[in-house]
Structure formats: C-alpha cells, structure tokens
C-alpha cells in the first residue's frame, strides 16, 4: 500500500516555474514506477511524466519535453515535477500517481495522490 500527498502547486506568471512534491508513504514506494498527471477543467486527466523506481527511465508527454523534469528520491521517499517555462495551457490539477511494474503513459496507477493546483496567469 503506497499514501501519496502532493505539494508545491500555486499560481504563477507565464515563463515561471513550480517544482511539485510527492510525498509517499508505504515500504513499496522505492520500488514503484511514479507518474505525474494532470487534469485542466473539462478535459480529461492525461499523462505528463512518469519515472522508473530506479530513476533510469523516464517519459514525457510531447509539451512537457524540455520545460518539465521527473525526479524522485527514494531515501526520501518522495518524487518531484520540476517545471520551467510555465504555460497558462499548463494550468490544471496536477496529480502523482504510482504503480508496480513498467514505466507507462497509461492511466492504469494503483496508487494516486489528492491532486495540488497548478494556475498559470498570462
């Protein structure tokens, strides 16, 4: 069983950046692959980043290559979302998530945080 708490979220200026945290609880979380969602009002939630449990592999959504880096530090039991280059398009829920198994964009994680606000002002 893996508890996960997210921080970090807040409003910002466009070309800003917000690193969000994701704190875990749980023994298996060192070995978990970690994913970051997100979901904007009235769309669907989708897929921004997710990393391996070693932190070897790591994916990104198209708009998130190059502005966006996944972390995780397993001492500490946390996984980050380092943003740069912020978006107001970027403005949405963000959410952490983790899984046994691969490395994927899809939405099938066991585990799911309560979700922290990322706003992005023009």
């Known amino acids: 069983q893996v508890q996960l708490v997210e921080s970090g979220g807040g409003l910002v200026q466009a070309g800003g950046s917000l690193r969000l945290s994701c704190a875990a609880s749980?023994?298996?979380?060192?070995?978990?692959?970690m994913g970051w969602f997100r979901q904007a009002p009235g769309k669907e939630r989708e897929f921004v980043a997710a990393?391996?449990?070693?932190?070897?592999?790591?994916v990104y959504t198209d708009s998130a290559k190059g502005r966006f880096t996944i972390s995780r530090d397993n001492a500490k039991n946390t996984g980050y979302l380092q943003m740069n280059s912020l978006k107001p398009e970027d403005t949405a829920v963000y959410y952490c998530?983790?899984?046994?198994?691969?490395?994927?964009?899809?939405?099938?994680?066991?585990?799911w945080g309560q979700g922290t606000q990322v706003t992005v002002s023009s």
């Open positions: 749980g023994r298996t979380f060192s070995s978990a692959v």
């Open positions: 998530a983790a899984r046994r198994g691969v490395v994927t964009r899809q939405n099938d994680y066991e585990y």
């Open positions: 990393i391996s449990w070693s932190g070897k592999t790591t």
